[in-house]
T-cell receptor, first 114, second 112 residues
Framework: NAGVTQTPKFRILKIGQSMTLQCTQD?????MYWYRQDPGMGLKLIYY???????DKGEVPNGYNVSRSTTEDFPLRLELAAPSQTSVYFC?????????????FGPGTRLTVT | QQQVKQSPQSLIVQKGGISIINCAYE??????FPWYQQFPGKGPALLIA?????SEKKEGRFTISFNKSAKQFSLHIMDSQPGDSATYFC???????????FGTGTRLTVIP
């Protein structure tokens, strides 16, 4: 049981490049989330999904896109990378949303945009 | 706007001491308050959580104290160990919401 896996672990992008951060979970969770973690700022929700084919914006969605074609996968797309997107990105999943449902996090992707 | 305010930013405690991390919130609709523990290079993992109908929850050496009237909650780590050295995040959520609002984190270092 791998839980939540993310690839790549590290990536350096040039300004204006695009990339996709991959996230897969094997717990059959309906809910999946993307967060970014910046030093001294905690985690901020970028996008979330309540099931295959359904996604919605979180607190900081600008510059990102997501899709959810299967229960297992929830990729995050950066179309035109900017230095402000330098961050550590975490994918998470949960059985249900909101109160009292534990979110399980992946190991993160450290992205640097220069 | 930070929905959950956390302090201190960093904390150094001697082995065997008590570590205390505090959080405060404004939104009275919050009804779930988890604490997450994050080791370097890893994702956060749920440590302990509380709902506002109780004032305290204890799991082993970890205790959450909750003060509903003051809109504050805190994590106490008793008999702190070097293996507890990590970053701790408080968070809050509400029924029906899809978002966890995280505090800014506290980096705990326990000195042997």
């Amino acid at each position: 049981n791998a839980g939540v896996t993310q690839t790549p672990k590290f990536r350096i992008l040039k300004i204006g490049q695009s990339m996709t951060l991959q996230c897969t979970q094997d717990m059959n969770h309906n809910y999946m989330y993307w967060y970014r973690q910046d030093p001294g700022m905690g985690l901020k929700l970028i996008y979330y999904s309540v099931g295959a084919g359904i996604t919605d914006k979180g607190e900081v969605p600008n510059g990102y896109n997501v899709s959810r074609s299967t229960t297992e996968d929830f990729p995050l797309r950066l179309e035109l990378a900017a230095p402000s997107q330098t961050s550590v990105y975490f994918c998470a999943s949960s059985y249900r949303s909101g109160s009292s449902y534990e979110q399980y996090f992946g190991p993160g992707t450290r992205l640097t945009v220069t | 706007q930070q929905q959950v305010k956390q302090s201190p930013q960093s904390l150094i405690v001697q082995k065997g001491g008590i570590s205390i991390i505090n959080c405060a919130y404004e939104n009275t609709a919050f009804d779930y308050f988890p604490w997450y523990q994050q080791f370097p290079g890893k994702g956060p993992a749920l440590l302990i959580a509380i709902r506002p109908d109780v004032s305290e929850k204890k799991e082993g050496r970890f205790t959450i104290s909750f003060n509903k009237s003051a809109k504050q909650f805190s994590l106490h780590i008793m008999d702190s160990q070097p293996g507890d050295s990590a970053t701790y995040f408080c968070a809050a959520s509400m029924t029906g919401a899809n978002n966890l609002f995280f505090g800014t984190g506290t980096r705990l270092t326990v000195i042997p």
